[in-house]
């Protein structure tokens, strides 16, 4: 952010302390409706856009589709005045006709230095055992659910998702519920992160299926992946269950009514010199090429060879560690490329910024760049 835009967002900033006061509304039988975007030069809509508009200085926020409004307004000329961090804060006139709705589009222009994407090509850059599993998934010998997969169906329990598999079935045994795989009569082998956990019978009845980052699935030992077959003393020809659990809770932190939103709070510590931008630091915060951590490709865009971009931003702390509660996305070219972008910066690691000698909070406004994969062949 460059001297000048810097000063025009601090003096907008000033303004953008509070939610308009109660009675501030125009009057409904003189007045009109606002409604908009906020884009960027190439189209992409813009969230977390702080608004200052009409004549009594409302506020107000483009949401997750880079959207405002309805706002009303009373009868007549009105300015809209538009500020995002990393973008020249910009103004617009505009009408407001009584019992109309006016629908405005805002550009504004870009002006941080850009840092280096972390760019995701198909499934390739993936490390640890969710690759896998998605190399299993991508050779197709047994059965596959991805967390997105999951979600999708959204199961009661793990043996709701195991019940969608052909081959199989699951038995009532008094107060509990076994799982029998390819018409055996013995219990599946389960092994969790690699490891067996339990000869004979488990109760998979109990596991919630919203903790497991993948679950697989085989009928026999016919198709079984040799790193499963080891040293086993179970007999894998009752089939296999493999399941892959969550690292840690990644959920999105959730907000309180009134709390300001990821993008304001970060403007709020800018204006309180408590975070720097990119271009007050003497020295920039640099992503560790050592940790290796790309995000997933979802699914489903996967699948289709889907091609996007997502811009995320966050306040890099002084370990070099990111606060997840100030993540966001300023732009994305779809919303399945969000989920796996956050997961992925929760263990990214940085270098951190310094400024006058010291390590400081910076913003970083991280790109992730999603290249479909042209070597892949589907399996089916």
Do not use: K
Request: with cysteine; proline share 5%.
């Amino acid at each position: 952010m460059d001297a000048r835009s810097r000063m025009a967002f601090l003096l907008f900033a000033l303004g953008a302390v509070a939610w308009p006061r109660a009675g501030a509304q125009a009057d409904p039988a003189d007045s009109g409706l606002l409604r908009g975007t906020v884009i960027t030069a190439d189209g992409s809509l813009i969230s977390g856009a702080q608004l200052r508009v009409g004549a009594d200085g409302r506020h107000a926020e483009t949401g997750d589709e880079g959207r405002f409004g309805p706002v009303r307004l009373a009868v007549g000329s009105q300015w809209l005045h538009v500020r995002r961090i990393g973008y020249r804060p910009d103004s617009i006139g505009f009408e407001i006709v009584r019992g109309a709705e006016t629908e405005l589009s805002i550009r504004l222009e870009r002006v941080v230095v850009e840092i280096a994407p972390v760019t995701v090509v198909g499934r390739r850059g993936i490390s640890g055992s969710l690759a896998g599993f998605h190399r299993r998934q991508s050779i197709g010998l047994g059965h596959y659910f991805s967390r997105a997969a999951i979600g999708r169906r959204a199961p009661f329990s793990l043996l709701d998702l195991l019940r969608a598999v052909p081959g199989v079935r699951v038995e009532s045994r008094g107060r509990t519920s076994v799982v029998r795989i390819g018409g055996h009569r013995c219990p599946p082998m389960v092994r969790l992160n690699g490891m067996t956990i339990a000869d004979g019978e488990i109760g998979l009845d109990l596991w919630d299926p919203g903790a497991f980052e993948g679950v697989e699935i085989y009928n026999s030992a016919v198709g079984l992946p040799v790193e499963f077959v080891g040293n086993l003393r179970q007999d894998a020809n009752c089939g296999a269950v493999i399941l892959w659990s969550s690292p840690g809770e990644s959920r999105a932190p959730r907000r309180t009514t009134g709390e300001l939103s990821a993008a304001a709070d970060i403007a709020r510590l800018l204006e309180a010199h408590v975070v720097y931008a990119a271009a007050d630091v003497d020295s920039m915060a640099r992503l560790d090429s050592a940790s290796g951590i790309v995000p997933i490709y979802p699914d489903s865009l996967f699948g289709a060879r889907t091609s996007g971009i997502v811009l995320a931003e966050f306040v890099l702390g002084a370990s070099g560690e990111p606060d997840m509660r100030t993540f966001n996305v300023i732009t994305t070219t779809h919303a399945l490329f969000v989920e796996p972008v956050r997961r992925a910066v929760r263990a990214l690691r940085y270098s951190p910024a310094w400024r006058n000698g010291a390590r400081v909070r910076q913003i970083l406004q991280q790109p992730f760049v999603f290249v479909a994969d042209s070597a892949r062949r589907d399996r089916r």
